[in-house]
Each structure stands twice: as structure tokens, then as C-alpha cells.
């Protein structure tokens, strides 16, 4: 007879409320997953193919944001008491994979090289975390016959295609050092994400999940032991997840060093 601890229950609990909720690994959410994948190698074998210069492949990365973001804002309009239209507080763009977006765009604009490469080391983790995360957590649903659907998995395909392609393709240095400072980059992002959700309260916004939990019971992420218990865990698993991303890429940094310094020598 089997005994599972209490925390496997509870594991096992929070994995079931958050697919009754969100679609979450079911079979239009495997199949969204598996076009995502296909239409990302197949863009990589074809620009390996193609030799397109990496200025380009960076500018039209960034229309197709513009013209997703410029989509998702209009979905996310509503009728404001004042007259008009004005964009859902909550749909702001102070969460992580929209402040990429802009990051994206800033890195494209800008001509100078050492804040272009901060932005890339910065995004490449960020893009890892961020929009692999909200591939697998479908927040808007599966249903391909809702816009907002198609919107939210193509953003976030294109985020994690870029994510790999700066990592894998134009080889942006993820060095120990960028890992230290992507740390320092994302205590400035969670400090406005912070801020904002101060001046937004009254509109529940939750930006970063700095004011409470992406979804009840779970396991780490919680507030049964106090909201400062739970953003040091927060803090904590963001640390660790940067780490494990770029880990390997600071493994073969430090190997080509070696490398390179016993050459010199000889």
C-alpha cells in the first residue's frame, strides 16, 4: 500500500484546479503546444538555411510584437464611467512578458551596443521564464474559436522562439557576470511591478504575483505563512530559475575561457 506525503496531495490538488480552470494539458492545449513547437524549429532550420543577418531577424521579431500587442490592446478595452474607452487596468503592461515586448522593441531602436547587449542577456532568461511559463499556464483558455486565444499563444510563441534564438543563434553572452547583473535588472522590474500594483489596488491588478499567489494551494507559493514568507520564496525560485537558464551557457563561458588562457600558455 502506497502513502503519499501531504505535500504530493496538495501538489497534485493545485495541478488539478488549475486544468478545471485554465485548460491546462488537455488535448487543445497539447495540440497549441505542438504547433507553437513545430513553427518555432521550423523558423530556426529555415533562417539557419537562409543566413538572415540577426538585425533582421530582430526587426521582424519586433513588428510581429507590435502588431500582437497592438491586438491584445484592443481586446482588452472597456467602457470607462467617465465616457469613452480606456485599456483594463489589469491588462497593463507591467507584466513580465510585456515589459519584454517593450524590451524587444528598445533593443531594435537603440544603436548603442552595450545597452542593446544588457537588454539581450536580460531577455533571454526572462523569455525562458516568462513566456514558456504562460505557454504551459494558458490563462486566456485553449478554445481556438476566441481571438484573444490565438493572440495570447502566438505573443508568447514568438517571445520563447526569440528566447532561443538570442541564446542558441546570435550567442548573447549569459557569462556569471550577466547572471549577477539580469538579478539587479529584475529587482528594478519587481519594484515597479510593486509600485504599480500600490497605486492599482483598487483594480485587484497582480502584476509579477507580488500581491498574492497565481492560484490557491499551492505548495511553496502561498500565504499560510504571511505575505513576507511568500515573497522571499517568490524572490528565491526567480533567483534559482534565472540560474538553471543560464547555467549552462556559463558552463561552456567558463570552458572556452580555460580553453582559451592553457592555448595562450602553450
Not at 542593446?116 to 516568462?130: A, E, N, R, S, T
Not at 502566438?154 to 557576470?177: M, R, T
Amino acid at each position: 500500500m502506497l502513502i503519499f506525503p501531504k505535500n504530493y496531495v496538495m501538489i497534485f490538488s493545485a495541478v488539478q484546479i488549475r486544468i478545471q480552470e485554465n485548460d491546462m494539458f488537455t488535448s487543445s492545449h497539447f495540440i497549441w503546444l505542438g504547433i507553437i513547437g513545430i513553427l518555432i524549429a521550423t523558423t530556426l532550420i529555415a533562417l539557419k538555411k537562409l543566413k538572415i543577418s540577426d538585425q533582421a531577424v530582430g526587426k521582424a521579431v519586433m513588428m510581429m510584437l507590435i502588431i500582437l500587442k497592438i491586438f491584445h490592446l484592443s481586446l482588452s478595452m472597456k467602457e470607462s464611467e467617465f465616457g469613452g474607452y480606456v485599456i483594463n487596468q489589469t491588462q497593463l503592461s507591467f507584466h513580465l512578458c510585456s515589459i519584454m515586448i517593450y524590451t524587444v522593441i528598445f533593443s531594435n531602436i537603440i544603436k548603442n551596443k552595450k545597452v542593446v547587449d544588457v537588454l539581450k542577456g536580460f531577455m533571454v532568461p526572462c523569455l525562458f521564464i516568462g513566456a514558456a511559463m504562460a505557454l504551459l499556464i494558458p490563462t486566456e483558455g485553449t478554445d481556438p474559436t476566441v481571438p484573444r486565444v490565438w493572440q495570447y499563444m502566438l505573443i508568447h510563441g514568438v517571445l520563447v522562439f526569440y528566447g532561443i534564438y538570442l541564446a542558441a543563434v546570435e550567442k548573447v553572452d549569459l557569462s556569471i557576470k550577466v547572471y549577477f547583473r539580469n538579478l539587479k535588472l529584475l529587482l528594478c522590474v519587481t519594484l515597479i511591478a510593486f509600485l504599480m500594483n500600490s497605486v492599482l489596488e483598487q483594480y485587484k491588478t497582480n502584476f509579477l504575483f507580488l500581491r498574492v499567489p497565481p492560484m490557491d494551494n499551492l505548495p511553496l507559493l502561498n500565504l499560510n505563512n504571511g505575505w513576507y514568507v511568500y515573497f522571499l520564496t517568490l524572490t528565491a525560485i526567480a533567483c534559482i530559475l534565472v540560474l538553471l537558464v543560464q547555467l549552462p551557457f556559463m558552463i561552456c563561458a567558463a570552458r572556452r575561457k580555460i580553453k582559451k588562457d592553457s592555448n595562450a600558455e602553450l
